[in-house]
């Protein structure tokens, strides 16, 4: 029998279903005298309650139970010969007015998917970025290698503190004449230019000796963590005990080794940080370029967007958002309202996305191979000490393997689309890309 689809609004339909009665108090009829060879009940033994018993105690439930169970094969058959594709739930309930003798009528309403239009891609404008790994990257590089293993030295009696130098400070800070919490310490330590202070701070301790004292006013940010004092102004006495230089280590072979180099060799050690640094700005400008073929793919895509989908994304969003909460120690996440229309535009950029993506791939095939997905795994591998853990672990869990293929067929979208666009090169430099400049 032909299924009667009527459409309502934009992706909007509703299907009519009707169910025979007799089909439901069969069905309940046996799960009752299922039911009565297995239930207890006081006053009877096990599997001796009478039938008449059990339909009194339990009718109701299982023909709610029932005809929840049969609506619902009734409508994934009725969707499955119309050829819909449905997006979220269906919401279903009983038709009001009379049903016809011997039936129970309910309609349900639900969304479908949308048919995805994708305009010529020959228009599509995309700014493709390029970056090279320079000399000056590598030093850099180096120079944050031997950062990390610096030791540090007591500076000469009279020798003013200055970047890069690791001080100790008693200091305290009152607001208004009055202490606060946190605001006071003896024996702390800081290097003087790392940011570890906030601004005012460093710059009153900067150029300090050894024994000075001084007093300076410093104004917390209005967004300052700590949110007693943020936006207020206080005086802070500081006392310095020590002022100690920093000993960066020598590029030899001695810092090579202890960077895992075993011929300890500098240009060894430089060519490894080359093929680090390349890794890393190949990713990078993999994510970039990636993001702006995309930009570029949904603006060239004429498509509705199903509400229940949006809404699916815009709850897991939400939920996202409470873990990532909950893992930074704030209490009470689970109780605290966060507005969805905090994630609408992102949740909805997300589904639309989704959407053009996969007609994208089906309309040309764009799947990933096993050859490709194994070729990104190892790649990914690489960075570590031991990749062929790392590829036992992609590859030893069907969710992280579904994770890299859904990477790399993303990565199949990006290389069509290049190939269809208009694409304009654009180099940057290495400090640009890494978020430097």
Known sequence: ??????????????????????????????????????????????????????????????????????????????????????????????????????QLVFEAVFEVFPDVKINDLAAAEVEKITAEVDDAAIDRTLDILRKQ??????????????????????????????????????????????????????????????????TFPLNFPEDYHGKEVAGKTADFLVTLNKVEAAQLPEVNEELVKSLGIEDGAVESLRADIRKNLEREVKFRLQARNKAAVMDALVAQAELDLPKASVQAEVE??????????????????????????????????????????????????????????????????????????????????NRRLAEMEAVVIENNVVDFVLAQAKVTDKAISFEELMGQA
């Open 1 to 102: 029998m032909a299924v009667n689809v009527e459409t309502l609004e934009k992706l909007e339909r509703k299907i009519t279903l009707e169910l025979p009665l007799a089909a439901i108090e069969k069905e309940v009829d046996v799960r009752l005298k299922r039911m009565a060879r297995q239930v207890k009940m006081d006053g009877f033994r096990p599997g001796k309650v009478p039938f008449s018993v059990v339909a009194q105690r339990h009718g109701y439930a299982v023909q709610y139970e029932v005809v929840n169970d049969q609506v619902g094969q009734a409508f994934s058959a009725a969707a499955a010969e119309a050829g819909l594709r449905i997006a979220g739930a269906p919401r279903i309930s009983e038709k009001e007015g009379e049903a016809p003798e011997g």
């Open 149 to 214: 293993r610096r030791t540090f030295a007591v500076r000469a009696e009279g020798e003013a503190a200055q970047d890069g130098d690791r001080v100790t400070i008693d200091f305290e800070g009152k607001i208004d004449g009055v202490p606060f919490e946190g605001g006071k310490a003896e024996g702390f330590q800081f290097i003087v230019g790392d940011g570890q202070m906030l601004k005012e701070f460093e710059d009153a301790v900067r150029g300090m000796k050894t024994g000075e004292s001084k």
């Open 316 to 397: 897991r969003l939400i939920e996202n958002a409470r873990a990532d909460l909950k893992q930074r120690g704030i209490p009470d996440v689970d109780k605290a309202p966060i507005p969805a229309e905090l994630f609408q535009a992102q949740a909805e950029r997300r589904v639309r996305l989704g959407l053009v993506v996969a007609e994208l791939v089906k309309a040309n095939n764009l799947t990933a191979t096993p050859e490709q997905i194994d070729a990104h795994i190892n790649d990914l591998a690489a960075s570590y000490e031991r990749p062929e853990d790392v590829v036992r672990w992609y590859k030893g869990d």
